[in-house]
Structures are given as structure tokens and as C-alpha cells.
């Protein structure tokens, strides 16, 4: 089984409130910036410029209060909805050497987005380098920096950020989606009640990085067989030891890691990671020449692409799959979870929804990547979860270029900006009943207009999620099956759920959910 934990995996891409004031707290970091002094000074044309110290927010006590006093550590997402409406949507938070800069306003995300630069950053330290530095190896695409990093993006991109090229693995996702149902299919019998599935969420992860690891190593790693391979589940257990052990790591002094097993444990999960991903490759490099020496073209998806290119070393298409395989599995997982949850407790929308698939496509075959246009109420649904579950609720970016001007304030170099994506995404000036689900609101005939920075959980720019495409196919094609295969119901003893921010947002206590086959007659 997969572990709670191992379902919080999703590399440092952008860290919540709560993370950075916890590892300031903690003197994990030594390195900040004071956003003062001669910005003060900053004059643009005629007009004196305003600094981070004018900035309403928080002081450093208040922020403790909150978070360990108060108990929002887990709750980091909600403090931004307080903290906007206490200081408004540009505000500032301190602890330790962090001084930090929230956003949390669409207009405002967006001025500061377009001045990121060619190179946009997230954090200068990350303990994801650190691990790479102590073990010599590449970094990838969560953890170069600068020119390099935009080259093996620019790699990475191909064959996945295109709709068209995404489009390409649909009949390999739903091969894999045709063993999920069945999977669900199983666990149902399983309960005592015939139809009951526990902790949805997990099964999910599976399906996730059973997908996930098929578009990136071009094979099956056996994560929906009943027993799961041994090489497969070591692999599912380093990352859970990697992630729980980089918390410690993370709050701790560097000096106390020789002392404490925490540090060991984090590059022991990370050694183990590597080399999962090292015998699969050299498995495909061995393919790769033995078609070669036959004199034979060479023809495949993703894997292939990278090592037949010429345009990475072994050692980088190392460093990228290995990362690149964590990044996907928690957008895919907790965004169907959420989504089911949702439907099963609105029957009718759930309902709506069911017609729409039926009618857009034939029982007789699966629904196809081309099928997805006739389904908008299906992309909807996806959209209306993704706002309101972000899976980064809370994402960061470095001035790393240069200063970045918003409104009256100018803000210097190594500025750091806390994205409210959060908050941003629940604001009520672009979305009426912005707690509510309602999905039919993404509709071109429901009349909704909204910023378009207001929810952009794939991020922005060239920093974006380079796997958007392959995770919105993955989840249109499941939840596609799923609906049009059952009736889902919420659990009767089960009452509401909320989300916790454990870096990614995650369900608070296991969903349980009923599936309920549906009758042929009733199609």
C-alpha cells in the first residue's frame, strides 16, 4: 500500500507561508535579503517610490501566534484569506531572516509575473541541490538555475507541452485507465457492502504514477497489480522517506545533520530514487543501441525522445526523469479525488455530467483525447476543482534579474514574493460564491468572466508545469470512464471533508466513496 505520506510528493516547486516561517524559525537558513535601505532612496521620474517597510502586515509575533499558537501551521492556506482581509492585497510577513512580499491579487500577480525575467526563480537555497551536490549528479528541472536550467526546459518541453504532442499518449493513458476501473472494480467487492471504495485518494496515487512513470520511462512499473513489484514499492518508499525526512532536514541547523539520522535517511531516499530511475533508462539505452546496431530506425515516446535527441548527456536525462516523475503525481491525484468527492455529493451535476459523456461518445469504445472537445462540462469540473484545490496553494518567485516595480513600491533585486494563490483563486470579485463548487460557472454560456491570472494552478510563463498537457488528459480520460462506469455516492457514516496543506493540498481524513455500477439499461 502506498503510504499518506508518500501521497504528499511533489518536488519544492513553491513552498507554503508556513514552510518558510518554520524554516526560518528553525535557523535552517541563513541567507536573507532586508529589503531596505537605499530602495528607500529609489526614485522613478518625479515620484518617490515606497518600500517594503511601508507595506501593511503582520508582525513577527502575530505571525507565530498564528501559526503555533492558533494551530495554522496545516491551515496555511486559510491564514492568507485572513491576512487579506485584515492587511489587503499587498501586505508583508517577516520571521528571521526572511522578509517576504504576498500577493494576493490577480492584477497584482500579474504585474509581478511579467517582470520576472527569462530566468525566473523560486528560492536560491533548496536542499533538492543539496542532495544532487553531495552525490555529483545533474540537476533537473526543479533544481538548475539560470541559462542552464532554460536549456533543459526548452529540452523538456517538446513532446509534451503541445496539445497535439500530449495527444500522442492518449491510447497508452487509457490502456492504464482501463486497469484503474478494473482496480476500482476489485476494491469494491472487497467491502462489506459490495460498492464501498476507502481512501480514494490513494488509489488515485496509484493510478497517477502508474501514468506518470509509463509517459516518462515508457513502461509499467506495476503500481495497480495487486502486489506491487518489490523494485516498484522500494521505489514508492524512498520517496515517502525522502519527503518525510526532508521536513526534519529542512527545520533542523545544518550542523546538527551529522548528529541526528535525518539527513542520512533524506539521501538515502534520494540515492534509492536515482537509482530506480538509472536501471530504467539504461534499460531503454540498451533498447536504443540494440536498434541501432540492426540498423533499425528508432521510434518511441518520451524516454526515447531524450536519449536519441543528442541534446542531453546520459547523466541529464538522469537528473530530469527522476524529477520529472515526482512532479505529475499530486496534480493528477488529489484534483480527481477532489472532484469525485464533489460530484457525489451534488447528484445532479453528477447526473448532467454522465449524459454529457454518454452522448459525446458511444459505450461500444473509450473516450478519446479528441472526444474531450465535446465535453465541456468535463473540462469544467476540472477547472472549478483545480481553483478551489489548488495543489500548490502557496507558490514563491526570487527578483533574481532585476527590480520589480508594483504600483507605488519598488521592490530591489532577491526580493522574495509569496504567491496567495490560494486566496486568489477565492476571490469574490471574479467568483460569485467563491466556496461554493460550481463548476457550470467555467461555461462559455454562464456568462463568467474572470482575471485571468485568478486561477492559473499550472503556473505561468516559462515556468509553467511542463507536464499540464499530459496531467489534464490523464484526468479528463479517467474521470470520463469513471462517470460513465458509475454511480458515485458519498459515504453515508462520512461527513464534510477539508483540506490540510502539507506543501501540496491534500483531504484532511481518507474520502470514501460508493460506486455504484451503472445499469446498461440505464445508458
Known sequence: MLTPASRSCLPPLGRGRGFWLLQACRGAVTQGRTITGAAAEEVQGEKKMKTFEDLPGPSLLTNMYWYFVRGYILHSHQLQLIYKKRYGPLYKTALGPFKMVNIADPEILQAMLRQEGKYPMRTEIDIWRLHRDSRNLPYGPFTEIGHKWHTLRTVLNKRMLKPAEAMSYAGSINDIVTDFVERLQARRRES?????VNDIANEMYRFAFEGVAYVVFETRIGCLDEQIPPETQKFIDSI????RNSVFVTYTPRWSWKLLPYWKRYIEGWDNIFEFGRKLVDKKMGEIQSRLEKGEEIEGEYLTYLLSSGKLTSDEVYGSVCELLLAGVDTTSNTLSWALYHLARDPELQ?????????AVPMDRNPTAEDITNMPLLRAVIKETLRLYPVVPTNARLASEKEVVIGDYLFPKKSLFVLAHYAIA????NFPEPDSYLPQRWLRDGGMKHHPFSSIPFGYGVRACVGRRIAELEMHLALSRIIRTFEVRRDPKGGDIKSIARIVLTPS?????????RKPSSV
Open 192 to 196: 462489506p457492502s459490495g460498492d464501498m
Open 240 to 243: 515517502s522517506l525522502m519527503f
Open 351 to 359: 447526473q448532467t455530467l454522465y449524459e454529457e459523456v454518454i452522448n
Open 426 to 429: 477565492r476571490d469574490e470579485a
Open 509 to 517: 481524513k481518507p474520502i470514501n466513496l460508493q460506486f455504484l455500477e
